[in-house]
């Protein structure tokens, strides 16, 4: 009767199948295949992405709307969430619906008033492109004329030469009629004339040798240098430019001074310059990965900085990156070009904060910050948004369609990925790697049905276990000390999680524990010899605690106890294993053994309930298999948290084995739950003055804590005896 009324106080429970899946949940889809979807529906596989993410999107097109200066966005979020692409889908609309920017090449000339420097013009766009080829046309034209206009002297004939110059800069202003150009046409005829009468006062060439007039290096003066050509942007009617950068570095967004080499070499300076991704995107918005700015060895803090200090002057400047160390302050001849961006930030939550406290000023310019959540609620609704999100996938990359029990398997996977029965991972990239790994598995199959999704992830568990296999096969040949079967004083299996790679399992671990009589508490081996990372050593803390106040009418107690992680040589890290070292170091207190095929897992607190834990199902897991090598009888099973139970989304093997009786899954809200269990030992009530009664786990524990108290007394009484004589005997 007493331990009936036990288990009622503490509510241990041994799980059902169904409690330890979401299987049952996944009721089949109503459609045969995912082509339904989207002859049903004519949502694209943003829209899908966007229904997962509505705050996101609602924050993000705001903050695309704004058009003041400075008002960039920083989205965060998980990589695989969609951030980026989404994002470039929003950043797309926008550029289409938002509004008009007008579009606009970027041209650099000479500029003959200083010499070598380069004169910006912003055009429409389009007319960047027809200067450049009208200009092209009339150096060539030049070229001819310059060697007509030459008599059988060698001296120019000023008359005719600026008769035709006339003639020809009136078309060209005709062709391009832009206030912005007029002072490159005004300064054409004077130039050439200059440079005529120049050349005349040198002398001339040889009798017969006109071409001599003709120069290269200043006729390329009236060269155009396009360097932001926006026409396909003005054929696809995009009010504003959108531009992505995947590698910056200071050439690729800050634009570069070419190295003269070969012809160019003769060429004036501003020929050789070369545009960056912002004078692309200038008028519209830049999208960009904090990652990639960050991780640049080199020059990661100098990118920041010189985006820092664009987004604060609005204005960039093409420098000579190769030689710009040794050109210092102000070695710039070109200058600053005033530029408007919006730029995307897109980062991770761990950069953000990286970044943050390096240069905590430099997201004073990113005020609308869009989160993208990791896993949304598993509703029937956000289930279909998934389906058609699938459906979308399989037209985008012209896959066979997905039947509606193989979208079930898919959503499973999904709620694994997340380790919860209420949630669903919305990390699509994890998607999209599964879609394509199941359609390799139905080979030429005109659908994908469950049985290909569980191939895949079969032929994924078989990728990932080499590690796995090693470890149990050191378990099965006794080399690794892992027992599954009968019951052990001070022993019991913890498990551990162990992630390498792309491969995440969980493995056994032996603990043990010894008792004596003495006064150093609990000693943790692993600690001693710095094996054990803090959280692991917290733990031990607290179990220490937890044990002095639980017998606190004992205190201080009269106890020495070691406990160790038997054969373990990598570390450990984690307050996991807490309750399992607490239940060894009961064992070995009480002399109660324990049943050696319940593996425990579960953190501890101060008041002895028990915390969750991560990788439960991959620790659930690992564990199945031992078992399943050294045989199951029935007996096995793992005890973890009840705060758990809702992240169990196990693999079928280790469900039918529970359906049919040959492992358990046992959860637990408190410490002696696990410890009664473990020794079908009832565990005790403490009493009001600190005490245990009756026959009872505590109460044998109590007794034996009071008989090293009496041991500890009459040893210290035998020793002062004995100091006594000495001290007598002395001279």
Known sequence: MAKEQWKVTYMMQVLNPNEMTVSYKLSPMSFESTQELLDASDLSLADYGWKLQPEAQKTLMMGLSIQEGGCNVLVLGTPGSGRASLSMAA?????????????????????????????????????????????????K???????????????????????????RVDSLRTQLSSAKLSPLFNVIKPEVLAYLQAWQQLGSEPEGSNDGVVNEGFLSRFRVNLLVDQRANLTAGVKQPIVEEKDPGFAALFGM???????????????????????????????????DLMQDENNGGALLEKLYRLMRNREVQIEDWANHAQQGAGGNRHGALPVHVKVIMIATREDYYDCLEAQPDFFDFFPVKVEFEDRVVASLENYAWVAGYIAQKCQQHSLP??????????????????????????????????????????????????????QALSARLLRQQFFETQIRDSIIDNELLIQVHG??????????????????????????????PGRSGVINIDREVEMSGPSHDKGIYILQ??????????????????????????????????????????????????????????ALNQFGEVMPIGGVNEKIEGYFRVCQALGLNGEQGVIIPKRNQRHLILDESVVTAVNNGMFKIITIDHVLEGIAHLTG????????????????????????????????????????????????NKP
């Open 487 to 516: 019951d052990v004083v001070g022993q019991v299996n913890g498990l551990t999680h162990i992630e390498l790679g792309d491969a995440s399992f969980g493995s056994p671990i032996r603990i043990t524990a010894r008792c004596y």
């Open 257 to 291: 001074l070419e190295t003269a080499a070969g012809e160019a070499a003769q060429w004036p300076e501003f020929l050789r310059l070369r545009a960056g991704s912002v004078h692309k995107a200038d008028g519209g918005m830049l999208l960009l990965h904090l990652r």
């Open 141 to 167: 034209t030049l070229m001819v004329e310059m060697s007509q206009w030459l008599d059988s002297n060698g001296q120019v004939n000023f008359s005719q030469a600026e008769v035709w110059l006339e003639e």
């Open 681 to 728: 030992s009832e565990a005790g009530t403490q009493e009001a003055d600190g005490t245990y009664s009756g026959n009872t786990l505590m109460a044998r524990a109590q007794t034996v804590l009071a008989s090293f108290r009496q041991t500890l007394e009459r040893n210290q009484a035998h020793m002062a005896y004995i100091q006594q004589q000495v001290d007598n």
């Open 545 to 602: 605690n937890w044990l002095s106040a639980s017998f606190w009418a004992l205190a201080p107690l009269s106890l020495s106890a070691s406990l160790v992680f038997e054969q373990e040589y990598n570390g450990v890290e984690g307050d996991s294993a807490s309750c399992a070292e607490l239940f060894a170091l009961l064992s070995a207190l009480t002399g109660l053994p324990i049943k050696q095929g319940i593996a425990v897992t579960g």
């Open 401 to 454: 369609h997905f039947s509606g029990a193989a979208v079930n398997e898919l959503l499973h996977f999904m709620h694994r990925l997340e380790e919860d029965q209420g949630r669903i991972s919305i990390r699509f990239a994890h998607l999209d790697q599964l879609m394509h790994e199941s359609v390799a598995a139905a080979a030429n199959a005109r659908l994908v049905t469950d049985a290909h999704v569980k």
């Open 91 to 139: 950043m797309k609309a926008s550029a289409v619906t938002g509004i008009d920017s007008s579009l606009t090449d970027l041209v650099a000339l000479y500029d003959f008033s200083q010499q070598s420097c380069a004169n910006y013009i912003k055009l429409p766009a389009g007319l960047g492109s027809q200067l450049r080829t009208v200009m092209d046309a009339f150096i």
